[in-house]
Each structure stands twice: as structure tokens, then as C-alpha cells.
């Protein structure tokens, strides 16, 4: 038997998922959500879908939150030496060229 939920379960889903660095539209197409579910709070979704959503992405955001505690703990030991700002990517030389 399938399960299914309303999208309203996804309301605010596209703040959430920007506040966490990740491409909200992008993570609902690896999950086959489409996008036009967040017009509408009624429509139904597989429950699994949401439930595939949500995990996978908590856990994508989980492990670089880990990897990024663990470099700066390498950079403030002296283990990695960090770039100087204009080199690094995205930096904010980088953005005033237009890159």
C-alpha cells in the first residue's frame, strides 16, 4: 500500500533548504518531486518521496557540516594552511570580476 502526504508538509522547504547552502529546486528534482507541488498545499505526494527528501538531504548537509568542522580543525592546527582570500573560491575578488 503507498502513503501519501499533502505538500503542505513541504511549506518553507525552499528557505530551509537555501539557509542550509543547498539548491532547493535542485534536491526536489533527485528526489522526482516537481517544483509545482510548493503552489499547492493539497496535492498529494508519496510519502516516500518526502521521506527521501528530507533524509538524504539532512544527511548531505550532516557530513559537510562534519567535513568543514574537520578541515578547520586541521587549518587551526597548522595541518592544511588556508588560501589567501583573493584565491579562494568565490572569493570576494572573484565576485567583483564577474566570475
Partial sequence: MSYYLRSASLTNYVE??????????????AAKINRSVLLDPDIRIPAASVGGLLTERVFAVVQ?????????????????????????????????AGR
Fill in 16 to 29: 530551509v533548504a537555501r539557509s542550509l547552502g543547498l539548491d532547493p529546486y535542485q534536491q526536489l528534482r
Fill in 64 to 96: 559537510r557540516a562534519y567535513w568543514m568542522q574537520r578541515v578547520g580543525e586541521a587549518c587551526a592546527g597548522g595541518a592544511i594552511e588556508k588560501p589567501p582570500a583573493h584565491k579562494r573560491r568565490g572569493g570576494e575578488d572573484e565576485h567583483r
